[in-house]
């Protein structure tokens, strides 16, 4: 099993930037693939982002070119730049990873973007 935690939401005007941190309690190169997904009230947990063990990296259509999802192998840890953010992207913020044939979700971080 691997414990993920999540920090870095926040409250933030549209058109700013957060940056999300995912660190995990195992080596993230033994995780098949790290997630973040999001979940806005009263919808579905969709995914936003994956990056796999060799580092290939996905971003769903709504994010692309905003979003950037990246890993620092030292620290056990990816992250999530999110740039020029929308009133849309207001979420709870998850990390998902899979490790040994099980799912592992963190806690998640809430993300608001409002004036």
């Known amino acids: 099993q691997v414990q993920l935690v999540e920090s870095g939401g926040g409250l933030v005007q549209p058109g700013g930037s957060l940056r999300l941190s995912c660190e995990a309690s195992?080596?993230?190169?033994?995780?098949?693939?790290i997630d973040w997904y999001r979940q806005a009230p009263g919808k579905e947990r969709v995914l936003v982002a994956r990056?796999?063990?060799?580092?290939?990296?996905h971003h769903t259509d709504s994010v692309k070119g905003r979003f950037t999802i990246s890993r620092d192998g030292a620290k056990n840890t990816v992250y999530l730049q999110m740039n020029s953010l929308k009133p849309e992207d207001t979420a709870v913020y998850f990390c998902?990873?899979?490790?040994?044939?099980?799912?592992?979700w963190g806690q998640g971080t809430q993300v608001t973007v409002s004036s």
């Open positions: 998902h990873g899979v490790y040994a044939g099980s799912d592992s």
């Open positions: 195992r080596s993230i190169f033994r995780l098949a693939n």
């Open positions: 990056i796999t063990s060799g580092g290939y990296t």
